[in-house]
């Protein structure tokens, strides 16, 4: 029997440069599934991401997804894509399974936790502050500097990696520091800085998007501290959960969020097509 992809509708363009395309799977030209190919926007046209991938009960554990995904890979090589991108919900283990045997490998993890009615303490001695103006300047042109390293380290290109920091950064902090929804925090230990927080509040439910002990402090705890801080400005905004993400290999972090009772909700891979 073959496998096989037809497309249903024509090849999508977007003004941006992106494409997108939905198909059936088909064996020996039966619908048995469908999947969904596209190029990402932030990333631009070398990039692809299956953006969805179904296969029908009946015809499940018979190997139809794997050449689905396999000539999804072909229709992306192409658009000229070197790297194709697919986000898997936590509860998929056997499509996770299946990902990693065809070669794509973890980017990252989305996490969350359920937050309760109270804030939580901080260590003693510990405080948290909003950051100052001087403060934000460096700060900012670190993070953007670390956020496109850690991109180029998972397989990016630099070029890539930098502009879509600039994009992200620019989109997500529009007025700097006094953009809305956004809170810039730093820790102090018995009056010593020793380390840095940025929250987003959304609709419902807060998200960290940089937690940063300096290095000359970590290990005392203040990871712990920062995220704990976290989760008292989202209990005090009326946020009942919170989320974060967290690149694959990052282990120290990984370690500090399961502990403090954070769950996996969605694994992030990717797979170089050269």
């Not at 991108?85 to 990252?108: F, I, K, Q, W």
Request: glycine content about 8%; hydrophobic content about 40%.
């Amino acid at each position: 029997m073959t496998t096989t992809l037809r497309p249903t509708e024509p090849l999508q363009h977007a003004a941006d440069g992106t494409r997108s395309r939905h198909y059936q799977v088909c064996v020996n030209s039966r619908p048995v599934g469908a999947i969904h190919l596209a190029t990402r926007p932030v990333l631009g046209p070398s990039v692809a991401v299956i953006r969805d991938i179904r296969i029908e009960e009946p015809d499940r554990g018979r190997g139809r997804g794997t050449v689905a995904a396999l000539a999804a890979e072909e229709v992306a090589r192409g658009w000229g894509c070197e790297r194709i991108e697919m986000s898997l919900p936590a509860e998929a283990a056997a499509a996770l399974a299946l990902s990693t045997a065809l070669g794509y490998v973890l980017r990252s993890r989305w996490m969350e936790k359920a937050l309760g009615a109270v804030p939580p303490a901080l260590p003693a001695g510990s405080v948290g502050r909003p950051m100052t103006e001087a403060e934000f300047v460096p700060w900012e042109a670190h993070g953007r500097e670390t956020y496109a390293q850690d991109a180029i380290a998972r397989g990016v290109p630099a070029a890539e990696a930098h502009a879509k920091s600039q994009r992200d950064h620019d989109e997500l902090l529009p007025r700097g520091r006094a953009t809305e929804n956004m809170l810039f925090s730093v820790l102090e230990h018995e009056g010593t800085a020793v380390g840095t927080l940025w929250v987003a509040l959304e609709d419902e439910r807060a998200f960290v998007f940089d937690v940063e002990a300096d290095a000359s402090f970590r290990g005392r705890g203040h990871g712990r501290a920062l995220m704990l801080l976290a989760e008292a400005q989202a209990v005090t905004e009326g946020r009942n959960r919170i989320g974060l993400n967290v690149f694959s290999g990052n282990t120290p972090a990984e370690r500090l969020y399961e502990s403090l009772g954070y769950e996996t909700t969605t694994h992030h891979l990717y797979k170089s097509l050269l």
